[in-house]
């Protein structure tokens, strides 16, 4: 808020002074030329500033995507050993599990690598 403070400050100021509001100051822009161009010099830097930290945090997202997709796969891989794991230790045990079927999709490794090629593929440019 204090860079929106400044600038009504700075603007309000130039043009009560210019609009001769203050007896004994001149006015050095009366037609709010130079105001306008300074104006329009600050609105270029600023969107150019504004585009750079856009493409910052863009940047930050996609390593933070894909730190997620990673450690997701890793995790789907992990929890499919433990299915496995679960599954002897209830086969030694005889117990009977009621959805097996589902169980045997949960057992089915996904692997990461073909995960990753398949997305790597459909990032690219057709």
Request: one cysteine or more; glycine letters at 2%; a negative charge.
């Amino acid at each position: 808020m204090r860079f929106v403070y400044l600038h009504l400050a700075v603007y309000g100021s130039w043009i009560v002074v210019n609009l001769g509001v203050i007896p004994g100051v001149p006015t050095f822009d009366p037609s709010f030329v130079i105001l306008a161009m300074v104006a329009s010099v600050e609105a270029i830097f600023l969107s150019t500033f504004v585009l750079i930290s856009q493409n910052r945090t863009s940047a930050a997202a996609d390593k933070r995507a894909d730190l997620d997709l990673q450690i997701n796969l890793l995790t789907e891989h992990e929890l499919t050993k433990l299915s496995e794991v679960v599954t002897a230790i209830a086969a030694h045990l005889n117990v009977k599990v009621k959805d097996a079927t589902a169980i045997e999709e949960i057992k089915r490794d996904v692997a990461p690598e073909a995960v990753l090629d398949e997305l790597n593929e459909s990032k690219e440019p057709c």
